[in-house]
């Protein structure tokens, strides 16, 4: 059985990094063809695709966010990490992570996580 | 504004079938599989469809997808009170070299 959860601060400073952690079990990602992935939602807004990291350390950026956005992954702990640099009150959104295989869905996610962008 | 085009909105009544589009272009659904996700009110999306028409263990028939060209269908058949949620498309983008999310379709059974 697949789970996800995410982890992290609920409110940021304008200008701070926002550092999130997804703490998976029921895969590895040491395993061929295995990823995770982070997508967000601003309240009342739609899903938007942020990083994706895979099994041999592919890793996969949205264009619009690429120069802020760092993946990583720990596959001792079963977690990955993404940093988003100078948050802004437009980056406020719920953050998901979860899991898909090469050439697959997002078939697993984690329940979110809100983040506050405030000062 | 999202990549791949989705009406705001949609609505039927209990029992009807309703057909839910997503329009993208040749670098994404022209290319590559289409997946469809459920969000209900205050959870995490849900996989409903994935690879144009297949469905996770447990999604009921009554939900069904398609491709054709550049744009995508998801049709759900029978409808029910519990249908009532946002569904979204996604797709790889091979120009992007990223996933793209369509905007969402608020389906409200009346």
């Known amino acids: 059985q697949i789970t996800l959860k995410e982890s992290g601060p609920t409110l940021v400073k304008p200008t701070q990094t926002l550092t999130l952690t997804c703490t998976f079990s029921?895969?590895?990602?040491?395993?061929?063809?295995?990823?995770v992935g982070w997508i967000r939602q601003p309240p009342g807004k739609a899903l938007e695709w942020l990083a994706l990291?895979?099994?041999?350390?592919?890793?996969h950026y949205t264009p619009s966010l690429k120069s802020r956005l760092t993946i990583t992954k720990d596959t001792s702990k079963n977690q990955v990490v993404l940093s988003l640099t100078n948050m802004d009150p437009v980056d406020t959104a719920t953050y998901y992570c979860?899991?898909?295989?090469?050439?697959?869905?997002?078939?697993?996610w984690g329940q979110g996580t809100l983040v506050t962008v405030s000062s | 504004q999202s990549v791949l085009t989705q009406p705001p909105s949609a609505s039927g009544t209990p029992g009807q079938r309703v057909t839910l589009s997503c329009s993208g272009s040749s670098s994404n659904i022209g290319s590559n599989t289409v997946n469809w996700f459920q969000q209900l009110p205050g959870t995490a999306p849900k996989l409903l469809i994935y690879?144009?028409?297949q469905r996770p263990s447990g999604v009921p028939d009554r939900f069904s997808g398609s491709k054709s060209g550049t744009s995508a269908s998801l049709a759900i058949s029978g409808l029910q009170s519990e249908d009532e949620a946002d569904y979204y498309c996604a797709v790889w983008d091979d120009s992007l070299n990223g996933w793209v999310f369509g905007g969402g379709t608020k389906l409200t059974v009346l």
């Open positions: 029921g895969f590895s990602l040491s395993t061929n063809e295995m990823g």
């Open positions: 990291i895979y099994w041999n350390d592919d890793k």
């Open positions: 979860a899991h898909l295989q090469l050439r697959g869905a997002f078939d697993y």
């Open positions: 690879s144009n028409n």
